[in-house]
């Protein structure tokens, strides 16, 4: 297939003709890099406004942690945390909102607050649920490899061929949600970089991620302040810039269209210039 150069999403439509930045926004108090400093509603609203002035393309909004370890949060306190953020931040920011969760009804009270994209996080998980809110509501879907859950992920790495089993997986649940309705420029496939992967694997899958944007599906990057560089630089979380930076850039210079990241401005900044770069060649 022809790689899509818009996202679809609701009515929002957002372009990839430039490299989209995704705005992490955790309304959580135990992600494994910012927990606790945006669970309170204003403060969320306030960063939310100011990664969107510094260029982010679309805010992601997470209400339980995925981190390897996490507990599961209920669907109750999920929904108390993530919907009264989205319904504030769809009458402060213009860019889209995306629902970053694992629970069909957190996806769809998302939505009905005015989110108009999920990001998938099941991974192989999946029971095709989230698929078929995306495919009734018309939102856009970001589809995430992972496997098992937060409590098992680091113990299931076992892979017959990294990335051709990583790249095959995304492409047939794309293709599975087709068949629920969701338009073909309402998907996006993400490898789930830190996802059941060790620190060498997660380092595979970048360097060969051109083999998933060979599919022809727009691409996910997220590696910001991830685990497996803390691994190449021996770096706490809040100390791994310059590591995020340049892997979005690598992930961007062999094809990927979108990255989710943390620290908003400096990446953009770094992905115009690597833009520059390859429109040069």
Known sequence: ?????????GEHVVSLDRVAVMGILNVTPDSFSDGGMWVDPDAAVAHARVMADEG?????????????????????????????VIERLV?????????????????????AAGASIINDTTGEESDGSLGKVAGSTKAGIIVMHSRGTPATMTTLTDYEDLVPDVTRWLVDRAKSLLETGVRSDSIVVDPGIGFAKTPEQNLQLLRDIDALVATGWPVLSGTSRKSFLGAVLDLPEDDR????????????SKGARLVRVHDVAPTVRAVRVIESILAGG
């Open 1 to 9: 297939m022809s790689p899509s150069r818009a996202f679809r999403c």
């Open 241 to 252: 810039l310059e590591g995020s930076v340049a892997s979005a850039c690598w992930a961007v």
């Open 56 to 84: 982010a393309a679309i805010i992601d909004v997470g209400g339980e942690s995925t981190r390897p370890g996490a507990d599961e949060v209920s669907e109750e306190e999920e929904l108390r945390r993530v919907v009264p």
């Open 91 to 111: 009458g402060e920011v213009s860019v889209p909102i995306s629902i970053d969760t694992r629970k069909a009804a957190v996806a769809e009270a998302a939505i």
